[in-house]
């Protein structure tokens, strides 16, 4: 088999978190090849089992189209994949945490998430997890069905609250990965932020990478090609004066992505303490104004961002589904209090 630069795989910009997305153009030399061995010889740590549940979800393509796993690969064809890649595999001990499920079927699990609860098992959270308690949600049904499992497509952070989308089994998270990857998935989050945005809505754009001092935090690089491509839609819902509250929609899903944003915009989160939005940032140096602002911090300990609401295409009916959440009772309650606070600035 021949081979040229053309056979490298080029990530693509748009990959979120949990899947990435690889491209390859078979050069002029190239033989009568199956795109299952083809693929194999291409990416590294993929079973042939995975590029074929890749291609019956649909994510392989070839010149655009959809293409079977024994699709021969010929001179010139031009290949496209979306690769579902979950978190690291550990053992994970099934738990009885409560979880607030609002849609379940065979193949999917929508939960309202509570702030304060990690998503998955990892250094230093290895239990208490979302996923430790999907794993006790699901093993009866296991037990029956060995292809029953939960299966991420998504993160929200530990601090975020709100709605995740949940695969139960492997085909289910593929073609949930290939509407991220197109931008089909839509959702929206709630925000307080820290001062007066001026425009009543806008865009931000600007790639999201580690940050080169704190590697525990996002940073964004605007230009260049350091990081990965990020877009994050905002709509201002109320003004407070000194903070704001917003709807951002995702176009991309990259970590830590609303934070990032805001804080490179200048608006960060309210009591965002990983991005400079745990002190006051905008007000009086009044003692009253520094306990109105400590109290807030107290009712809500944590950023002020809530994932309210998602939409998805069903990946085993097609049907188009979405799903609200409200706000949990911290925000409403801090958002209460800016309210109020505004509304008596004057007297």
């Not at 932020?193 to 996002?218: L, Q």
Request: aromatic share 8%; proline share 4%; glycine share 6%.
């Amino acid at each position: 088999m021949s081979s040229s630069m053309d056979d490298i795989p080029v990530l693509s910009d748009d990959q979120s978190e949990l899947y990435e997305h690889f491209s390859f153009a078979a050069d002029k030399g190239q033989e009568l090849l199956r795109i299952d061995k083809f693929l194999m010889h291409r990416i590294e740590n993929v079973s042939r089992n995975k590029i074929q549940t890749a291609a019956k979800a649909g994510n392989i393509l070839v010149n655009g189209k959809p293409a079977k796993s024994s699709y021969k690969v010929k001179p010139g064809d031009h290949i496209s994949i979306v690769m579902s890649f979950p978190p690291k595999e550990i053992e994970i001990i099934p738990e009885n945490i409560p979880l607030n499920i609002l849609y379940e079927d065979d193949d999917i699990i929508v939960i309202n998430k509570a702030a304060g609860m990690v998503v998955h098992p990892a250094y230093g959270n290895y239990t208490g997890t979302l996923v430790n308690a999907l794993v006790f949600h699901l093993q009866v049904a296991a037990a029956a069905n060995p292809d029953i499992a939960p299966h991420l497509v998504h993160r929200i952070d530990k601090n975020t609250s709100g709605l995740l989308l949940v695969a139960k089994n492997e085909l289910a998270q593929w073609k949930l990965a290939r509407e991220f990857f197109n931008h089909t998935i839509q959702r929206q989050y709630i925000a307080l932020v820290w001062s007066d945005i001026r425009e009543d809505e806008g865009t931000i754009t600007g790639n999201i990478g580690r940050n080169v001092r704190d590697r525990k935090i996002m940073a964004v690089f605007p230009e260049g090609d350091h990081g990965k491509h990020a877009v994050t839609h905002y709509r201002v819902i109320e003004r407070f004066g000194y903070t704001t509250l917003i709807e951002c929609e995702l176009e991309t899903g990259r970590t830590h992505q609303i934070r990032a944003h805001m804080k490179y915009a200048g608006h960060p989160l309210f009591n965002d303490d990983a991005y400079g939005g745990d002190h006051i940032l905008k007000g009086t140096t009044f003692t009253k104004y520094k306990q109105f602002i400590d109290n807030c911090f107290d009712i809500c300990p944590r950023q002020a961002l809530h994932a309210r609401s998602l939409g998805f295409i069903h990946p085993s009916t097609g049907e188009r589904l979405f799903f609200n959440s409200e706000l949990p009772e911290d925000m409403k309650l801090l958002i209460g209090k800016w309210r109020s606070y505004t509304a008596n600035k004057g007297d």
